[in-house]
């Protein structure tokens, strides 16, 4: 077939948006790799004659299910749930469950495909899939949120294994969640089996996988900032969130010498110019996990801080910026105002946090920006820690963890540079990430002929 056969991108984009009506955040999704992999495939006839990029953007199956339970007053209630398994080329489908009413299947499908990407460039084999619910946990007992979990297994028992898929936590599924979850399918099924990652320590869990989103995002931004000669020592860092990956990024923040001004939530985000600090911050997490209260609590017990409700922290003045949040929570405007504010490096905690203009403006004002597929991976890659120590029936220690987690950011980096390095000796991340995350997954796809 001849080169000029092949589609644009636009040609390519357009079939994606009449495939996926609606569906926003996928498109937009896929529109960001597609930029890059389309420049990178250009001269490259196989992964045209096999249509890779339309075939990665085409879920294997999208698993939508009714999920029935019965709240604390006796009411019947109705959500649903679904699985979304993208592409299990180079592995088990693996990625994350989030319980959150904007759940939406467009926002699953998004989260399927990136995953795809980001569990490439881990270097462990682990396909791409993501699922979850609509249900909202907040304000539900924990009897309700255990009957929710125990409904939603029932469904998804079916559809999951350690060698099939195996999901984890994401926005509002925590430790709490993964054990109601784990507890039914064993239940259903009679197996203890490794179907779930982020499991309690006493029951197949692995030690660091509760910090490794938010410490491997700080790893990364230590790696591009030591690629530019720099480091985290002296720094001021911006954060918004306050769940899992913000407060472990913050704290890994702290370790390496920088201070913490900002963290949020739905609601609002708190300054405190005198910085968080480790005995703050397990304020914060103990407020967020346990008393599930608002953040804005924190100001009232801190006087030195302020609440800003209804705002985003990006116009803090700041070195250093991680959103840690959720997608589309940092746009073009607000990007602009932190380079105005003169921030040399951004870091994604959270999953397509920053929209497509905010990334054109990182990119154009060339300062270090890695993508939430690079830079968050290290939460799914100890996952597949946890996953290899659960078919081998041990545990490895602490200290063996960190250093793998640490070794496997470091190679994350390296990846995104052999396809990202720019003349001028600066790195686009999102090239670097989009190229090699494609990279593998389609060479397996080609080895499997048409499928
Ligand atoms: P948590 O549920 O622990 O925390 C989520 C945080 O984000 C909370 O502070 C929450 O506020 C806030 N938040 C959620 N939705 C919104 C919204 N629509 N607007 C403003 N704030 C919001 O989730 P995680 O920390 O696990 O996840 C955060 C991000 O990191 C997500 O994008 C997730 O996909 C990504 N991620 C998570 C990984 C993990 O291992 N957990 C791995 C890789 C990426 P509130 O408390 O008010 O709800
Ligand atoms: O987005 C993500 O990478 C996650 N939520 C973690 C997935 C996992 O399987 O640990």
């Known amino acids: 077939m001849a080169v000029a056969d092949h589609v644009d991108i636009e040609q390519f984009m357009a079939g994606v948006e009449k495939r996926n009506p609606h569906q926003t955040e996928f498109i937009q999704a896929v529109r960001e790799a597609a ?64 319980f959150h009413p904007s759940v939406t299947e467009s926002v699953l499908k998004f989260l399927a495909f990136e995953q795809t990407f980001k569990n490439s460039l881990t270097g462990l084999p682990m396909g791409g899939g993501k699922g979850g619910s609509n249900f909202n946990p907040k304000g539900k007992s924990d009897n309700e949120v255990m009957r929710f979990c125990q409904s939603f297994m029932t469904e998804l028992y079916r559809h999951v294994g350690a060698d099939i898929d195996v999901p984890a936590g994401d926005i509002g599924v925590g430790a709490r969640e993964i054990g109601y979850m784990f507890g039914q399918y064993k239940r259903i099924t009679n197996r203890f089996t490794g179907i779930l990652t982020g499991k309690g320590l006493e029951f197949g869990g692995s030690l660091v996988r509760t910090e490794a989103t938010g ?6 931004l230590q790696n591009m900032l030591n690629h530019r000669g720099d480091s985290i020592e002296g720094k001021s860092a911006i954060i918004s969130g306050s769940g899992n990956v913000a407060t472990h990024a913050a704290e890994k923040i702290l370790h390496l010498g920088g201070k913490v001004l900002t963290l949020s939530d ?44 209804g705002e985003r922290p990006w116009s ?27 921030c040399i490096a951004v870091s994604e905690g959270a ?7 905010g990334i054109r403006v990182f990119k154009d004002a060339g300062i270090c920006y890695a993508p939430g597929k690079a830079s968050n991976a290290g939460g799914v890659a100890v996952s597949g820690l946890e996953m290899s120590q659960n078919s081998a029936r041990l545990s490895w220690t602490e200290e063996e963890l960190q250093d793998q987690l640490k070794d496997i950011m470091q190679g994350i980096h390296d990846r995104c540079l052999e396809y990202g390095l720019k003349d001028d000796g600066t790195v686009d991340y999102v090239k670097g990430a989009n190229i090699a995350g494609f990279v593998k997954v389609a060479d397996a796809m080609i080895a499997f002929g048409v499928c």
């Open 215 to 220: 410490y491997g995002a700080v790893y990364f």
């Open 35 to 98: 930029e890059d992999i389309f420049d990178y495939i250009e001269d490259k006839e196989i992964y045209h004659r096999y249509q890779i990029l339309r075939r990665i953007a085409e879920p294997d199956r999208v698993i939508s299910f009714r999920v029935c339970w019965e709240d604390d007053n006796g009411n019947i209630r109705v959500q649903r749930g679904w699985r979304v398994q993208n592409n299990n080329s180079i592995g088990p489908y693996k990625g994350g469950l989030r």
């Open 266 to 309: 739905s609601k609002g985000y708190i300054h405190d110019p005198a910085g968080i600090d480790q005995e703050k911050l397990n304020w914060i997490k103990h407020l967020k996990t346990v008393k599930r209260a608002p953040i804005s609590e924190y100001a009232d017990k801190y006087p030195g801080a302020t609440f800003h409700a």
């Open 351 to 357: 999953n397509m946090p920053t929209d497509l203009d």
């Open 316 to 342: 803090v003045i700041c070195d250093l910026a991680l959103p840690c949040a959720t997608q589309n929570e940092l746009n073009g405007e607000e990007a602009a105002v932190l380079i105005k504010n003169g």
